[in-house]
């Protein structure tokens, strides 16, 4: 969301707002299903991965029901990579702007959408499908891990550098809060690189 935060109107009302109701729909979304999947199912055993749509036809109206699930799931992993690829993209967008990385990056569209960035991870998906599954499982923790350190180190940092910026939100517990905060990801990140296969870390970090 802090990537997006500049383009939403009241982000400090809208985002906690957004993120509250987006838990709430999710918990009722697989709530129904779990409920109906106890009370049809006798045996637990039988409810295993997919059996969404195996529910939905085995309740006796026809395989209507199936396919209307089948198709939310669809669109429900589309949402999610749409909205990963946006938030990623802007991100990138962002640091090409700042030079950080080659400044064909940062073009936008008439929209002001970051085009060239999301044609960019749209590529690289694109080519990280063709990889063994698990490799990317832990490829993408490592790169999380090295994200969350990167970022949470910042956090100290532009309090020292630019401690008179004007900032909309407070961090609860003052300067030890902002440090209780910021040493927590910071540490999981590094429990989770210790951990990791060095080679995918060395891939990783380059």
Known sequence: ?????????????????????????????????????????????????????RLGNGLGYGTWLGTILVLGGVGSMVGTYISFLFTSAAGLQAMAQQGAVPRVLGAKCNTRAPAAAGIFFTLAVAVLVMFDFEVLVQLAAILTAWHQILLMTLVPRLRVVDAAATRPYEVPGGVIGMYVLAASPIAVGAGMLVLADPLLVAIGTA
């Open 1 to 53: 969301a802090g990537f997006v935060a500049n383009q939403v109107r009241d982000p400090a009302r809208s985002i906690p707002r957004g993120l509250v109701i987006t838990v709430v729909l999710m918990l009722l979304s697989y709530l129904g299903p779990v409920l109906v999947a106890i009370a049809t199912y006798a045996d637990s055993a039988d409810i295993t991965d997919g059996w969404f749509p």
